[in-house]
């Protein structure tokens, strides 16, 4: 079975902490997202990953940067956190196949409270 | 990356079929449709991916006309347990972005 941990299941920090959400996969994908989730506003992209050290932003950028050093893992560093930055927090990971559109595995989320 | 359209929620009764449609009217021709269920608090995951016609798997069936501007997930017989938001999806897959939109939470009642 594909999995693709994320790294605390919960975080409390303080406003204008440096956060680091943490992503890994074990099956060798080469595409990796990171999301976050509001009530009313469904999953929004952030950035997303197709290769080591390669990197798109995604709708929702700002406020935040990524990291791939590995292929495996992926982290969502928040520089500056702030408290309309309190949200849950999703990873997934997919294989890139050319045209077919491939099932993209999801974390279980990190939910983060920024006080 | 085309823009879908996706009823924001829908009610249904244990034992019903239920059947979501989805809007994709700018759909590219390398573009696959690709619904998606998330429960609460867990992240989403695939359940139907089809290019045309009719697709059936074990969970759902996803049927998509021969202009493919829109496609209709279909849930046999719901039950409780199906309760949750369902996300329409149509791209391609070396588009590399996958976006997400609002989807449809679906309230299933007793």
């Known amino acids: 079975d594909v999995k693709v941990t994320q790294s605390s299941r919960y975080l409390v920090k303080r406003t204008g902490e440096k956060v680091f959400l943490e992503c890994v996969q074990d099956?060798?994908?080469?595409?990796m997202f990171w999301y976050r989730q509001d009530p009313g506003l469904g999953l929004r992209l952030i950035y997303f990953s197709y290769d080591v050290k390669m990197k798109e932003k995604g709708d929702i950028p700002e406020g935040y940067s990524v990291s791939r050093e590995k292929k495996e893992r992926f982290s969502l560093i928040l520089e500056s956190a702030s408290t309309n930055q309190t949200s849950m927090y999703l990873c997934a990971s997919k294989f890139m196949a050319g045209y077919m559109n491939t099932e993209a595995f999801f974390g279980q989320g990190t939910r983060l409270t920024v006080v | 990356l085309a823009k879908t359209t996706q009823p924001i929620s829908m009610d249904s009764y244990e034992g019903q079929e239920v059947n979501i449609t989805c809007s994709h009217n700018n759909i590219a021709t390398n573009d696959y449709i690709t619904w998606y269920q998330q429960f609460p608090s867990q992240g989403p995951r695939f359940i139907i991916q089809g290019y045309k016609t009719k697709v059936t798997n074990e969970v759902a069936s996803l049927f998509i006309p021969a202009d493919r501007k829109s496609s209709t997930l279909s849930l046999p017989r719901v039950s409780l347990s199906d309760t949750a938001v369902y996300y329409c999806?149509?791209?391609?897959?070396?588009?590399?972005?996958?976006?997400f939109g609002q989807g449809t939470t679906l309230q299933v009642k007793p």
């Open positions: 099956m060798d994908h080469e595409n």
């Open positions: 999806l149509a791209q391609s897959g070396n588009t590399g972005k996958l976006i």
